[in-house]
Structure formats: structure tokens, C-alpha cells
């Protein structure tokens, strides 16, 4: 499986955003897709992944109620719909899978990365 982003760009602090990710190859059931995030000088972490299988979803508290992943399967794709931004949002978000499903991919990352876009917020 690969992996492909797009989307992102830069948005001022309270607007909404998008990222896509599309995912080539063959993938099992249980595969989900999801999103990471490292801003400058801290970790990549974990922002929200959706199973393909059946739409279930995982979010960080820290964006619960502003983003929603969702999946299209016929496309092989999931987007992140980021809203009410705020500065502390502003990061590179990378698009991951795996297919251990979203559960792994929150608790214990991906096996597969694409590249990283970047969002910027501006205050």
C-alpha cells in the first residue's frame, strides 16, 4: 500500500481546512487510515484515523469536535476536515495506515506513511 496527501495550505485561526489522503494498492478489512502531526521542535502526534472496513473513527482530545475524518471507499480515500483552527493546529500532517485498524494506529502508529503537507494558521 501506498500512501498520497494533498490538500492543506495556509487559513486564518477560526476558518476550516481539508487534507486527502488516497490510499494505492490492496487493502484488508481491518485497514485504517488516519492522520499524524509534528510541529516544529515537538513529536508527531496522533490527530484522528478512520477504519475503512466500517467508518469507525478515533480523534486526539485536542481536536475532538473541530475535525472529522471521513473514508470513501470507493475512492480508497479518507479526508480530515479541520475546523475552527487554531495557531497550535499549524503543523505538517502526514497521512498513515495500517491494517491492524484505527485503535492500533492511534495507540501504536503506522506501518505506512505518505508524505507530509502543511497546514498553516495564522493568528
Known amino acids: 500500500v501506498q500512501l498520497q496527501a494533498s490538500g492543506g495550505g495556509l487559513v486564518q485561526a477560526g476558518g476550516s481546512l481539508s487534507v486527502f489522503c488516497a490510499a494505492s494498492?490492496?487493502?484488508?478489512?481491518?485497514?485504517?487510515m488516519g492522520w499524524f502531526r509534528q510541529a516544529p521542535g515537538k513529536e508527531r502526534e496522533f490527530v484522528a484515523a478512520v477504519r475503512l472496513l466500517d467508518g469507525r473513527t478515533d480523534y486526539a482530545d485536542s481536536v475532538k469536535g473541530r475535525f472529522i475524518i471521513a473514508r470513501d471507499n470507493a475512492k480508497n480515500s479518507v479526508t480530515l476536515e479541520m475546523n475552527s483552527l487554531k495557531p497550535e493546529d499549524m503543523a505538517v500532517y502526514y497521512c498513515?495506515?495500517?491494517?491492524?485498524?484505527?485503535?492500533?494506529?492511534?495507540?501504536?502508529?503506522?506501518?505506512?506513511w505518505g508524505q507530509g503537507t502543511q497546514v498553516t494558521v495564522s493568528s
Open positions: 498513515a495506515g495500517d491494517p491492524r485498524g484505527s485503535s492500533w494506529l492511534k495507540l501504536r502508529g503506522a506501518d505506512t
Open positions: 494498492g490492496r487493502t484488508r478489512n481491518s485497514y485504517a
